[in-house]
């Protein structure tokens, strides 16, 4: 019963992402799509459906990393798995690229002094914790 129910559920995620797939490659493309009439005026024509696409694609990655992922731990296949996760943040780094394509002033960090002190706390907490390490 629980495997009937696993594999209902990888067969949703598969059906999914060929769905989105499908839609991102035939609809979002074309003039008459609804990305392109959901575009404010104040924005040029040609990065909408780029950028929808681009997010279509973002999100067919993570579900197929995520169905990966989850036939990996059916199966017991750690590399299945390890290749569904690495999918999956490939997919999380193509939304970070979108967002940052969509709006250059973001800063994931916050601001750009906030974000410099964070990363020097962080590099000062590793290299205490390698110090701890060897000695």
Known sequence: ?????????????IGL???ISTASTFG???GESWAVTLSSPGIRQLPVPIATMNQAKA????????AQEEIGSMTGDLKTQ?????K???????????R??????????????????QSRDARKAIE??????FQ
């Open 128 to 133: 205490d914790e390698v110090r701890d390490a």
């Open 28 to 30: 979002f493309a074309s």
């Open 88 to 98: 999956q943040l490939e997919a999380k780094t193509r939304k970070g690229t979108n």
């Open 59 to 66: 999100m067919t990655k993570n579900i197929e990393g995520k």
């Open 17 to 19: 992402a060929v769905f």
């Open 1 to 13: 019963m629980i495997l009937l129910r696993q594999v209902r559920k990888i067969l949703l995620i």
């Open 82 to 86: 390890a290749t569904g996760k690495a």
């Open 100 to 117: 940052s394509i969509e709006n250059p002033n973001y800063q994931p960090g916050g601001t750009s002094k906030q974000a410099e002190e």
